[in-house]
């Protein structure tokens, strides 16, 4: 009974991570510069964070040091609503890549417990498909590093740049661009021309692909556990 029961809470943690990641991947596609609905997605960007550090993060020692880099990641966000925009560029790299360690650590948590109790479930499918949108929130963020170092890497569409000097609007714009990377779509609202851009697109693209297959899988897996047996009626 105990192990159903810890089965149970599991499928509904990531059942409940699954919709905020939903929310806040709909949230940030607004491209709002500040107001109170910004301040809305950054408190959901926030509660985002803390559910995956709680749902992903098993282990005492990845949970600690996963939860150190959230702090920071936090604080560093929050902080750019108190400072001058002369310090924008520094604050964003800073946070972009507290934000990327932590959401590729995410990634590597979920496939790893997918890969080490193979078994499927519901609650392995949610992970899975969690995973996937984390690691495409993971993307934007490797790219907007890229972007902040190496600005020329990119070849924006002139309708949409007008989205980039805002820190907020450079997050939209880059999901917007990871997720057509790892789903192999190829807008050219954003065109990667020299690298780092271009080898970041060609692993995000690989990087789809496999995901996708893992998606699949589980997929496949939890259909096949809703066979009957052969033999039964």
């Known amino acids: 009974m105990t192990g159903q029961r810890a089965i149970g809470l599991g499928r509904r943690n990531y059942a409940l991570l699954l919709t905020l990641l939903l929310v806040v991947l709909a949230s940030e596609s607004n ?41 920071a990641s936090i604080a560093v966000s929050w902080t750019r ?20 360690v932590f959401l590729w650590g995410a990634v590597y948590a979920i496939l790893r417990d997918l890969f080490i109790a193979p078994a499927s479930g519901v609650e392995n499918v949610m992970g899975a498909i969690c995973g996937y949108i ?21 070849s924006i569409n002139p309708e949409i740049a007008a989205l980039l000097p ?29 690298t780092p851009a271009t080898t970041l697109s060609l692993f995000a693209a690989l990087f789809g692909v496999f995901y996708t297959a893992v998606v699949v899988s589980q997929f496949v897996g939890l259909a096949q556990q809703a066979k009957p047996p052969p033999g039964d009626p």
């Open 81 to 100: 609503n108190f400072v001058a925009d002369t310090y924008d560029h520094e604050i964003s790299l800073a946070n972009q890549v507290l934000l990327a």
């Open 31 to 71: 491209t709002v510069k500040s107001g109170g609905a910004a301040l809305i997605s950054d408190v959901f960007r926030t509660l985002l964070g803390i559910a995956v550090w709680a749902v992903v993060f098993r282990r005492k020692g990845e949970r600690r040091v996963m939860g150190a880099v959230l702090i």
């Open 134 to 154: 984390i690691a495409g929130d993971a993307w934007a963020r490797i790219n907007a590093i890229a972007y902040l170092l190496v600005p020329a890497a990119y």
């Open 166 to 194: 805002d820190w907020r609007g450079r997050v939209a714009l880059f999901t917007y661009y990871a997720f057509a990377q790892v789903l192999t779509i190829g807008y050219s609202d954003v065109t990667p021309i020299r």
